[in-house]
């Protein structure tokens, strides 16, 4: 056997183990639909199954077009230039492209669910452009590249807790602040919270599975290779890993509400259940590589305080947000940075090295210039919508539903007889 | 190492391979049922359940029988004779033999979904069983075996744009022409068509995205190996080229709508382009393996024109199809077979030969062939069904609807107190 | 090349092999989820839907506390007794590990389906755990290790027919038995059984698409490797297997149900269709990899009137199954451990030898053993629950249902005004 055989076909294996996991990454898209679509009241549905199925269309275009180029293009320390519209790209490239696209589609929909119900279908299409065009490719580069001026700083964010989550968490909280509340969110001068119940507990509970199914992979796939010695047992861990940060984060948030939220109602809650496995999804990215089980079983429980954290202080603001997604996302995805150093075999709080330390400051520090990245250029794009006031639909058409008005279809003909 | 050692790994990846991507494929008989039980009015949703499930039943049981047999078993240029109900299939052929199967479950529930509503169960299981255990294999003998007629011409269709889709959307036509339209399609002596919308827009959009992720894995797949050198990368370009022409048409198609069918409504209309993305999706299988992705893009395009033209055609012939997969697999499927040889590296758009026109004469003429023969069988089994009045139900229980009737079943039972 | 080199790549083949079926029967999950909240009153969606997802939550815990060590640790012939909470786990048995674990969510699963709509949550946490980290893991190291007293008796259960199925169908049994039928289920004195129709058809039919897809890989999967020679015609032929099984069992409970219990009515019923690919599905397991497609078939109708044999006792014995699974699982089961003695190459109908009736003598006792397990466990942990009164909620509760009693959340707000 020729050494040269082997690679090829080991090459192969590594394009198929992208793309098949790439695949499931991309389920992720329907997992939002349905979570979204299931939580907005029904006059809204047909609008979110718009949006979600643009959402693909816009950054699967978009990520081609320069999404790619600016991430894994060669370039500078802060983006790459190379590849735009895929023109060139080696063959041997093509696998890894599709499967940072799938990141790239993830990035971009959680932003838009936070403000659905009121939120414009340019402002909708502005930042999801922007988010899969622009914003989070540079983000990429800068960790996932060698060149990228993070990852020589040794900032270490496996499978992009930062980058993806709490990236797209200050996308979420930009946006949901400029757009404002729901018309019907607040009540007695803006002083009681009104809450909205979802028009469908079933759809919302699929996408939370198809969630689950979809974050394996989204962390295994990241391993990027499975030819090499070892690989297989990484991704295996991995998984296991991303199985137990979830579920001790989800029983986390069903204890937290049953025993002290709402222990005179003595009710259990499916959606703090819910809401607790997708912080720890997120949590377990950026060190789910690295870390012994016991280390995903603690994240669960420390990543859902630091969301509920997050959770009151964006109550107190008042900003509204539909699914939660900025808590989750700015909460799960900021605990998984700060995780890495702390966590994996050589951390702060397991076998400190000397530049244990400084791995922690990078972590933290990275994650805040990362966060500030996409909430800024967000907040540039609000302020130009909204000085032509693009952001969100009148009051009037808020109160219809936006199915009627920029649909003119509804998401429901239950009529029995016709 | 012994090469045996080697080829045996290989050929062990070669069959997980095509057992993934036939699972992946499997999966679009729930998109099916997702997306045609949405558009169905919701008297008809048990009778769609029903059907999508049997299609899975017929077409797995004929297509072991006859199918495999008709296509891939030795025999001569017209069909195979050789493993009648699997009798003595050597292993390797096995895994091949699940991946077909999954292309003739496709190719055979397509044409139950054009005749909802008002279509008999007899005649639902007479044409389920022939489209998969005989039109189906016989046209895919013609092209995907050495001694298949129109393979030996050189007829170039990848992932079956031809066999599978404007094949199965001539039978369509066949079974929607006779069948003839639901009673309340036309109105006014037949002149006014009458919109009837969808009972659930949430399942057709679950079921668009199980679309986008199963088709990846049809034309991906049907690359057939994965071991030999350069397979990783033709899947990972096959994967980025259907996302293109999905995504590409899927925005012509709301385009096209926005701007020109509903300008003055201004309403965005999420069906054109999730109708665009099947007509990409369908388009793309011909020739995803051999185009770049600017070739993809431009098909995206083309093929939403086709399409409209076909639509258009579909509609003056008062042809009444629910789920519009007529000109979606007409359209798509024949665009498909035309891309070939224009846009592939020797084509005649892009550096034409001398037997570049041959090649085009081939593949339009061959696609006619193979569109001919599906419309003129199920045109012939329309005939006897017709003779003994077997081929709709009678106009009072198309009007009471088919879930009470046939099933005495309803789809939902939404009493809140019971 | 160094074999050691190719070796480790083969190792790597198989542990992706192991986490990819792993996620197709993990995606089971949402399956139960689907199938069942379906299949309930609307009342009680959300206590499905909360249940399901909590199914996976604590299946996941428990068994990587203490399921996978009493399953797989190095012990005696009843129980292993090593990497409790996966300490020590060497790296190269992960994957293996989440493999395993996803059948102990399945085997956990099926029991909450059967007490829908009256169980209490303290009897669904105590018998969900008890299954997923006791009684699942133990069945499973007397069969799947070396060590197991059943293993080394000759046991041949390839996919758990036996261990899964026949197991959690006889916890199905006790767990119905002890909780009795729900309040509205006879009438007349209990003479009468009321059928008690589905909230929502669409939601079961593709919770059954989804354990068609999720069941192939679940018996795939159970060849535990790809890489060794075979191995990939192998997983062929249990694919083609599982289908060609479940089919012909689906054909024959359609056929059973149009022509002989309701050849009056002349309906179609779509649910004895999909009760019988259940079936068939749960006995492929024991022999598929070992069957021809014939024995496949074969079973598909045997294994049908097995599970209506054990339909008409739990009917006789008044015991009230939501979702038939009692006799889907100790049917189906029971039926698969008598088919691999029967069926496969040496057994006592194709070609039997002196050992055959030993063969059949250990499978079939082996199996009741294993029921009788499962049985005795629930029934004691009922015992207790009964004696706390703790095992079903109040009548006054059951009436209202369980979403607005113990969730506190309504299913769906079709509000189309707010």
């Given at each position: 056997?020729?050494?040269?055989?082997?690679?090829?076909?080991?090459?192969?294996?590594?394009?198929?183990?992208?793309?098949?996991?790439?695949?499931?990454?991309?389920?992720?898209?329907?997992?939002?639909?349905?979570?979204e679509s299931g939580t907005v009241r029904q006059k809204n549905v047909?609008?979110v199954?718009?949006?979600?199925?643009?959402?693909?269309?816009?950054?699967?275009?978009?990520?081609?077009?320069?999404?790619?180029?600016?991430?894994?293009?060669?370039?500078?320390?802060?983006?790459?230039?190379?590849?735009?519209?895929?023109?060139?790209?080696?063959?041997?490239?093509?696998?890894?492209?599709?499967?940072?696209?799938?990141?790239?589609?993830?990035?971009?929909?959680?932003?838009?669910?936070?403000?659905h119900e009121?939120?414009?279908?340019?402002?909708?299409?502005?930042?999801?452009?922007?988010?899969?065009?622009?914003?989070?490719?540079?983000?990429?580069?800068?960790?996932?590249?060698?060149?990228?001026?993070?990852?020589?700083?040794?900032?270490?964010?496996?499978?992009?807790?930062?980058?993806?989550?709490?990236?797209?968490?200050?996308?979420?909280?930009?946006?949901?602040?400029?757009?404002?509340?729901?018309?019907?969110?607040?009540?007695?001068?803006?002083?009681?919270?009104?809450?909205i119940s979802p028009h469908s507990v079933p759809q919302m509970?699929?996408?939370?599975?198809?969630?689950?199914?979809?974050?394996?992979?989204?962390?295994?796939?990241?391993?990027?290779?499975?030819?090499?010695?070892?690989?297989?047992?990484?991704?295996?861990?991995?998984?296991?890993?991303?199985?137990?940060?979830?579920?001790?984060?989800?029983?986390?948030?069903?204890?937290?509400?049953?025993?002290?939220?709402?222990?005179?109602?003595?009710?259990?809650?499916?959606?703090?259940?819910?809401?607790?496995?997708?912080?720890?999804?997120?949590?377990?990215?950026?060190?789910?590589?690295?870390?012994?089980?016991?280390?995903?079983?603690?994240?669960?429980?420390?990543?859902?305080?630091?969301?509920?954290?997050?959770?009151?202080?964006?109550?107190?603001?008042?900003?509204?947000?539909?699914?939660?997604?900025?808590?989750?996302?700015?909460?799960?995805?900021?605990?998984?940075?700060?995780?890495?150093?702390?966590?994996?075999?050589?951390?702060?709080?397991?076998?400190?090295?000397?530049?244990?330390?400084?791995?922690?400051?990078?972590?933290?520090?990275?994650?805040?210039?990362?966060?500030?990245?996409?909430?800024?250029?967000?907040?540039?794009?609000?302020?130009?919508?909204?000085?032509?006031?693009?952001?969100?639909?009148?009051?009037?058409?808020?109160?219809?539903g936006?199915d009627?008005?920029?649909?003119?279809?509804?998401a429901y003909?239950?009529?029995?007889?016709?």
């Open positions: 056997v020729e050494q040269q055989e082997l690679e090829s076909f080991k090459k192969n294996m590594d394009d198929l183990f992208l793309i098949i996991m790439g695949n499931f990454v991309f389920f992720l898209q329907p997992g939002f639909f349905l979570y047909v609008s199954a718009f949006r979600k199925f643009i959402n693909t269309t816009i950054s699967s275009l978009t990520y081609f077009l320069t999404g790619f180029a600016l991430s894994f293009g060669d370039g500078n320390g802060f983006c790459g230039f190379q590849y735009f519209a895929l023109v060139n790209l080696p063959d041997e490239m093509m696998a890894e492209c599709f499967f940072q696209y799938t990141f790239a589609a993830v990035a971009s929909s959680v932003p838009s669910g936070v403000v009121r939120s414009s279908t340019v402002a909708f299409v502005s930042y999801t452009a922007l988010t899969s065009g622009f914003i989070y490719p540079i983000a990429a580069h800068w960790v996932a590249t060698k060149n990228g001026w993070l990852s020589r700083l040794g900032f270490d964010d496996f499978a992009f807790s930062g980058v993806v989550h709490a990236m797209s968490g200050a996308t979420c909280l930009a946006a949901a602040w400029m757009t404002g509340p729901r018309l019907d969110r607040y009540q007695s001068g803006g002083q009681r919270r009104v809450v509970i699929l996408g939370a599975f198809v969630f689950l199914f979809g974050m394996i992979a989204f962390n295994a796939g990241s391993q990027g290779s499975i030819s090499q010695s070892g690989d297989g047992s990484i991704i295996a861990q991995v998984t296991i890993n991303t199985l137990i940060c979830a579920m001790t984060s989800a029983v986390t948030g069903l204890i937290y509400h049953r025993f002290i939220v709402d222990r005179s109602k003595k009710n259990w809650n499916y959606s703090s259940c819910v809401n607790g496995s997708f912080v720890g999804m997120v949590a377990i990215c950026a060190g789910c590589n690295q870390f012994q089980c016991g280390g995903a079983f603690a994240l669960g429980i420390l990543s859902y305080l630091l969301y509920l954290a997050i959770q009151a202080i964006v109550e107190k603001l008042k900003v509204d947000d539909v699914v939660d997604g900025i808590a989750i996302q700015l909460g799960g995805g900021y605990a998984g940075l700060l995780s890495v150093p702390l966590f994996k075999d050589d951390g702060l709080l397991t076998n400190p090295s000397k530049s244990s330390p400084w791995g922690l400051l990078i972590n933290a520090g990275g994650g805040i210039v990362i966060m500030l990245w996409s909430f800024s250029i967000t907040i540039l794009l609000y302020i130009v919508l909204r000085y032509f006031d693009l952001h969100r639909v009148s009051p009037s058409d808020e109160k219809l936006l009627m008005v920029i649909h003119k279809e509804k003909d239950h009529t029995t007889r016709k």
